[in-house]
């Protein structure tokens, strides 16, 4: 349990009560959800968007995915990257553990599933605001391309750095009845989505990712308000839309600028 | 996807290029497997190994964990400790991201499954020799005692740092079907365990716990000996015993020296 130290000035002392872990990035994932707003809050097995994982230099390697090919999902451990980095800023001069204040690490989160009003405790959630600022997502995995991995039903913002990425194992990791908490509540509110007529810019899995994007209900939990135009950016697309009761109403779709 | 880079003298520089996230440790596992040779090699529902999860004090907050009892499985977030520090060790001279070898890296390992012969990607893995000595597990939450969770079915050894703990979604992390490629292979060797008749130094718990640890073979895969004996620590005793055919002898129960 020794790790080495950063807040000691002497460069080769261990030292076990700052133990700290510093994780390099492996590879990035790459898709199309160029911003946060339509995100999926969690990976899903019906999502169709792809997205790429694509490894640094160092780490794209084909051996290094010998076999990976039998398993039909993997494991993505990733940094939730835009939100909070700030709270992650470390200081070079040297300081004890307890010297660094936990910038940004709140007890109590408020999970959008809850319409964004009951606080519930920072681990007994999925939120980005937790003290070590790591996600976990299981993806589908759809084919091996080189030094490449292209899976399905990431939660994941383009350029979101991966740090691990293990094989799904069911005997392990599969609890099909496992109770979900609070997170039971509402997991089947899907919307219906409405393309406008005669819409010819989008391919078909562009179109497809779109609808999938939709009717999982991007708006903030607390908002209903049927004249509320939301845009939403996605594979290079600006896609207006409104909601009404369980309809979404794609409104226009632009080149984004 | 800005990180601070503890590679650059400067101290206030955020740094795309060499994107690094340290992890501060926020708990630690607690129980009996005080050796690495005996730990299940992965997490199992079945298994009666309670450990408790003991926050740091920065983070030994109830409200923290407010709404996880409502949970029956949490995922555990932890660093493989023992096998691999020197992995890790970083240097507080300036470097580039190139000049750092990437010590302890090997793009594959030999799966214990496979007998310890065949090699795979590391990535196709769930071995501690990975870039990033990340390990993941799915644990039963038994109960919450103040700020300590109780869990059964950890994979770890006694002082292991955790680094994250969420609740286990199983609309999102359940796949029953899932494909495990090469590592379905021997999934239900377990061995049956015979106790020396009139045993009475265990607690009936501790005697579950022995029976089960023994019950998974922790022998290495390519060993098959009935004349050699194993010694195991497990909550301050030293276990001797030997293997013939699929049936474990426990020999000796002795206390730890």
Not at 58 to 63: D, G, L, M, S
Not at 69 to 92: A, M, P, R, V, Y
Not at 109 to 137: D, E, H, K, Q, Y
Not at 153 to 180: C, E, M, R, V
Request: aromatic share 10%.
């Amino acid at each position: 349990m020794y790790f080495f130290c950063i807040f000691d000035k002497k460069s080769v002392i261990l030292c076990q009560i700052c133990a700290k872990m510093e994780l390099k990035v492996i590879a990035y994932a790459r898709n199309g959800h160029s911003d946060k707003f339509g995100i999926p809050r969690q990976s899903r097995e019906e999502s169709p968007i792809e997205t790429r994982i694509v490894f640094e230099p160092e780490f794209a390697i084909p051996e290094a995915l010998r076999g990976i090919e039998g398993f039909s999902h993997l494991w993505l451990i990733w940094g939730f990257s835009e939100n909070n980095s700030k709270q992650h800023l470390i200081s070079t001069k040297p300081a004890s553990n307890k010297d660094l204040p936990p910038i940004g690490f709140s007890p109590t989160v408020r999970p959008p599933r809850l319409g964004g009003n009951t606080r519930m405790g920072v681990f007994a959630t999925r939120s980005p605001f937790r003290p070590n600022p790591i996600g976990l997502s299981s993806v589908r995995l759809l084919r091996v391309e080189k030094n490449t991995l292209v899976v399905s039903g990431a939660d994941l913002l383009d350029g979101t750095p991966i740090y691990d990425i293990k094989p799904y194992l069911s005997f392990s990791d599969s609890h099909a009845d496992a109770q979900n908490g609070y997170a039971d509540a509402h997991i089947d509110d899907r919307l219906h989505v409405e393309m406008p007529a005669g819409e010819t810019k989008l391919t078909e899995q562009e179109k497809r990712d779109i609808a999938y994007i939709l009717s999982q209900d991007p708006r903030p939990g607390y908002q209903d308000d049927p004249d509320r135009a939301y845009k939403l950016d996605y594979a290079g697309y600006t896609v207006t839309f409104t909601v009404d009761g369980k309809t979404a109403y794609v409104q226009i779709i632009e080149t984004s600028k």
